[in-house]
């Protein structure tokens, strides 16, 4: 059964680099059926996709986070990464790391996984 | 970048009432669309994929219907277990992944 973990530091001083990884158990990241994605959620808000990568390392962000983001992909590990750099309080959020479908390559509900999440919180 | 209007942003229904939540996308679509349900401190849970279909497991009081532009969730006999907060999340052939603001079901 696929699973996918977060993990990183849960407090991040204003203006540095918020770094996450996840790690993806019982399937391949390497699979050409679908996406690898970063979504957060501030406190009390609702949830706003920070970007995808595919297993080649081609990457796609939110356009209101681009300066700030780099997803990577590491297929030796079964991991992707998230770093958000010159983060502020308003960065505050659950992160979550989930998998998506590639329309024409995967169907159905099993296309979808979602890990856990993991509060990150920026405060000096 | 295509746009979700989903209303309304929260309601309170009775126990057994029917609840209907609509999103709106703001260019045709097709049935590309996804329904969530996120409980307080849990990660979204699939309800609804390609804009009609049932996940697995899921109670069969969960429908969803539309394509194009315009597409309804339903409960159709609304339990406590339902209390939960609901996204749609629309895709495409490639990311990004566009959520709705949210509808927040309350128990009245």
């Known amino acids: 059964q696929l699973q996918l973990q977060e993990s990183g530091p849960g407090l991040v001083k204003p203006s540095e680099t918020l770094s996450l990884t996840c790690t993806v158990s019982g399937g391949s990241i390497s699979s050409s059926s679908y996406y690898w994605g970063w979504i957060r959620q501030p406190p009390g808000k609702g949830l706003e996709w920070i970007g995808s990568?595919?297993?080649?390392?081609?990457?796609y962000y939110n356009p209101s986070l681009k300066s700030r983001v780099t997803i990577s992909v590491d297929t030796s590990k079964n991991q992707f990464s998230l770093k958000l750099n010159s983060v502020t309080a308003a960065d505050t959020a659950v992160y979550y790391c989930?998998?998506?479908?590639?329309?024409?390559?995967?169907?159905?509900?099993?296309?979808?996984?979602w890990g856990q999440g993991t509060l990150v919180t920026v405060s000096s | 970048d295509i746009q979700m209007t989903q209303s309304p942003s929260s309601l309170s229904a009775a126990v057994g009432d029917r609840v209907t939540i609509t999103c709106q996308a703001s260019q045709d679509i097709s049935n590309f669309l996804n329904w969530y349900q996120q409980k307080p401190g849990k990660a979204p849970k699939l309800l609804i994929f390609d804009a009609s279909n049932l996940e697995t497991g899921v109670p069969s009081r969960f429908s969803g219907s539309g394509s194009g532009t315009d597409f309804t969730f339903t409960i159709s006999s609304l339990q406590p277990e339902d209390i939960a907060t609901y996204y749609c999340?629309?895709?495409?052939?490639?990311?990004?992944?566009?959520f709705g603001q949210g509808t927040k079901v309350e128990i009245k």
């Open positions: 999340q629309q895709y495409d052939n490639v990311p990004p992944w566009t």
């Open positions: 989930a998998r998506h479908r590639r329309l024409g390559y995967c169907s159905g509900g099993s296309c979808y996984s």
């Open positions: 990568i595919y297993y080649t390392g081609r990457t």
